[in-house]
């Protein structure tokens, strides 16, 4: 299942949530005249209908983004499994001799069969959860973006060419982990898609290539061994850790940048829940600049510890810091929308 991976499918999911959310504060945003304009009245009835489906609707894009991703892990495993990429791998010990490389399912004996129906079983649940967005809220061409997001999540290993292997998998986690995701779910909460999530989206997409890079870079020389050219793979070692300290670095200052901007969103409601804290700090305002301040630094630090973990090969502490990076900017948004 590849637990370490998963923060990357819920990340963009929440930013996503969190762009929807402010573009439908706008809705509720009228111009006290009389008599009321009928655009208002439009606008007031939008948003009952997103309110109420809301949370709904999040929950169900949640879990078709965790369903997906587990079902491309599994494919994952079947795929290399059976072409024997994934053999030589060992719990104890990484081709450099520092980290750990994880032995996969199938190249440790779990039958192949099983591992593929796991991913089958696991695109169908996903599937299912899509179905029922687009019946809540009539975007009927979502289903084509979920046909292609399973086509896409096969053909990554699977197939006779998968793209894994040509050195586009940074490309497609980008798309499908950042942009598909983020702007996808802000598009199913509230019909539209603003500047903020495309922003949010392609966050989202850099921290997902970085998961994917950490991988790649502890697996390039048995990668290169089975013929699977990764980006990692085809530019080296040294450049190839250049490209990750430049998209680390990235990511730190667009995380900074995105929080900078959504300073400003309104808040949810949720606010009264945490009043205490909030006149601790002196009110909703210093406490949103507080909480998105703590934000910026978790997001520098553990770049930083990110960008020195992976130069220095610790690749098990540098996966785990990748997933918590892309948890830091989604969970930020979501205290300074509950302390707006």
């Known amino acids: 299942m590849r637990p370490r991976t998963l923060p990357a499918s819920i990340a963009p999911v929440v930013l996503g949530a969190c762009a929807a959310w402010e573009s439908m504060s706008h809705l509720g945003m009228c111009i006290l ?6 655009s ?7 948003l009952h209908i997103l309110e109420a489906r809301f949370w709904a609707v999040a929950v169900l894009c949640a879990l078709v983004a965790l369903l997906m991703q587990i079902a491309v892990n599994y494919a994952n495993d079947y795929a290399d499994g059976v072409r024997g990429t994934d053999e030589g791998r060992s719990e104890d010990r990484s081709e450099n001799g520092i980290g750990r490389a994880p032995t ?6 779990v039958p192949a069969n099983r591992v593929l129906a796991a991913a089958g079983i696991s695109a169908s ?7 029922a967005i687009v019946v809540m809220t009539g975007y ?4 084509l973006v979920g046909a292609l997001c399973v086509v896409a999540g096969w053909f990554y290993t699977g197939g006779s060419h998968p793209y894994g292997y040509a050195g586009f998998g940074e490309l497609a986690v980008f798309v499908f982990f950042g942009l598909v995701a983020t702007l996808g779910t802000q598009f199913a909460l509230a019909g539209e898609i603003t500047a903020l999530g495309w922003l949010f989206a392609v966050l989202g997409g850099l921290n997902a290539v970085l ?5 790649n870079l502890r697996d390039r020389v048995s990668d290169l061994a089975h013929g699977k050219h ?7 070692e040294p450049m190839a850790n250049m490209l990750f300290v430049v998209l680390a670095i990235a990511a730190v200052v667009l995380s900074v940048v ?4 959504a300073v400003n969103i309104p808040g949810n409601g949720l606010s009264a829940v945490l009043e205490p804290a909030i006149a601790a700090f002196g009110g909703g305002s210093i406490a949103v600049k507080t909480v998105m301040f703590v934000g910026m630094l978790a997001s520098a630090v553990s770049g930083y510890c990110l960008i020195r973990r992976v130069l220095l090969m610790r690749w098990g502490s540098a996966l785990r810091l990748a997933g918590m990076n892309t948890l830091i900017v989604p969970l930020t948004m979501m205290l300074m929308l509950c302390v707006a």
């Not at 208002?40 to 939008?46: D, G, L, S």
């Not at 996969?104 to 004996?109: C, H, N, P, T």
């Open 211 to 215: 998961i994917l890079m950490v991988n």
């Open 125 to 131: 649940l996903a599937c299912l959860a899509g179905l």
């Open 104 to 109: 996969r399912l199938v190249a440790s004996g």
């Open 258 to 261: 995105t929080l900078l901007l």
């Open 140 to 143: 009927w061409w979502l289903v």
């Open 40 to 46: 208002c009245k439009m606008n007031a009835a939008r």
């Open 230 to 236: 990764t980006v990692a793979a085809r530019l080296g």
């Open 33 to 38: 005249i009389y008599p009321e304009p009928e």
